[in-house]
């Protein structure tokens, strides 16, 4: 079974500096794909990065950034240059690998978030 | 392109009342999900579909919830009766077979048994 654990429930930040969010997973498949979500109050759940198990580089988009480790199992999210919108709740998933073939149709299996506060 | 949506936003129920919810995917995508997120903690998967067909239930209490997704488009979540611990924030997704980077989630709803 796979598992995702995020020991962080609240973090601190100020603003313009860097934040890291942990991530530990835990699984026995081969190929899996990772990804972070942002949950603001309004509830809704926003992708923001993925990696693959096999991708060779870790994942960029835009101020954010994935520290892919997979020999450590962890996939930590670092958010450059906080704003103050960047405050919310941050989840950590994990699923089986996309396969075109199944429609990438697996269920995510979620951390239990971490709550970002960003400081001026 | 319209998101996920999802109504109501909010609800609050007496106990032992039934309480159900909608949503209605992107247009083009055949994988629906519901997952229920208890406060402070991530989301759970309660039902997945693929089209019409629900293909894995295993964590849907089937003695008081049920789905449906007719045509395999909008989809409707069902709780009769609702207990206390059914309080959560209950959330839709969808994705497309050429969706690799996961799914779309829509606003949710917030549920309250009182």
């Known amino acids: 079974a796979q598992k995702i654990t995020q020991t962080q429930p609240g973090m601190f930040v100020q603003e313009k500096e860097a934040v890291t969010l942990d991530c530990t997973y835990d699984t026995s498949d081969q190929s899996y794909g990772l990804f972070w979500y942002k949950q603001p109050s309004s509830g809704e759940m926003i992708f923001l990065i993925y990696q693959g198990s096999y991708d060779e580089q870790n994942a960029t988009e835009g101020r954010y950034s994935l520290n892919f480790q997979k020999a450590r199992k962890s996939a930590n999210l670092v958010i450059s240059a906080s704003q103050l919108g960047d405050s919310a709740m941050y989840f950590c998933?994990?699923?089986?690998?996309?396969?075109?073939?199944?429609?990438?149709?697996?269920?995510?299996?979620f951390g239990t978030g971490t709550q970002l506060k960003v400081e001026l | 392109e319209a998101g996920v949506v999802q109504s109501p936003r909010y609800k609050i129920i007496e106990k032992k009342q039934p309480v159900a919810f909608w949503c209605n995917p992107i247009s083009g995508h055949n994988t629906l999900y519901w997952y229920r997120q208890n406060l402070g903690q991530g989301p759970e998967l309660l039902i997945r579909?693929?089209?019409?067909?629900?293909?894995?239930d295993s964590q849907l209490p089937k003695d008081r919830f049920s789905a449906e997704r007719l045509k395999g488009v909008d989809s409707t979540l069902k709780i009769q009766p609702a207990e206390l611990g059914d309080s959560a924030v209950y959330l839709c997704?969808?994705?497309?077979?050429?969706?690799?980077?996961?799914?779309?989630f829509g606003s949710g709803t917030r549920l309250t048994v009182v």
């Open positions: 998933a994990m699923r089986e690998v996309y396969s075109i073939l199944t429609g990438g149709g697996n269920k995510l299996t």
């Open positions: 997704a969808s994705s497309g077979r050429r969706d690799r980077y996961g799914y779309t």
């Open positions: 579909y693929e089209n019409e067909e629900a293909v894995d």
